[in-house]
């Protein structure tokens, strides 16, 4: 399965050179998604607009639990593996957190009680589009205001990243995680 849509070549336009050599690390290629949005300028500014990655309200780790959980959920294998090979260390993922992403729900082991919740809030989204009361109640509970719109807006931007990835069927990087084998 090849992707649908090339991505842009070099030489890219000067201001879009210059944003793709910040977005990665020195020597490392542009993502493939990164240089398939490249196609349409005005998208791939607006889609960089939208990202979370910075110093957010939730910490690295639950950041990392909302968007690998929201990935994995949708298919998202080619983003979900990126992130895994990125952030998983740094979010102090082992090979029981990164297969719980994937494989296990919110009663994993592996998981905190306030993990837990975040596993609960993006897979009642995924499932339904809404959160009910009940679960709301335990969120608000544990998290600030800031805190589960941080949470919500991952999940749902992770879904989009997701319905992209999966549409143009990008491969995945070389250096990307694969979804555990059950």
């Not at 959160?131 to 989009?160: C, I, N, P, R």
């Amino acid at each position: 399965m090849t992707h649908r849509i090339e991505p842009a070549q070099r030489p890219y336009e000067p201001d879009m050179e210059a944003t793709l050599e910040r977005l990665m690390p020195p020597g490392v290629e542009p993502l493939l998604l990164f240089r398939t949005l490249a196609r349409s300028p005005r998208l791939f500014r607006r889609f960089m607009a939208g990202g979370l990655l910075d110093k957010g309200s939730v910490s690295l780790r639950e950041r990392e639990i909302a968007i690998d959980r929201a990935c994995a959920r949708c298919g998202g294998e080619y983003e979900w593996g990126v992130h895994v090979a990125l952030f998983a260390g740094k979010a102090g993922f082992g090979a029981e957190e990164i297969a719980a992403t994937v494989g296990g729900g919110a009663d994993a082991a592996c998981w905190s009680a306030r993990e837990r919740l975040i596993v609960r809030l993006v897979d009642t989204l995924h499932e339904t589009s809404a959160v009910d009361d009940g679960l709301w109640s335990e969120l608000k509970a544990e998290f600030s205001d800031e805190q589960l719109l941080e949470l919500v807006m991952l999940t749902g931007f992770y879904h989009m990243v997701s319905f992209t990835v999966n549409a143009l069927r990008l491969e995945p990087e070389a250096y990307a995680a694969r979804f555990p084998v059950a």
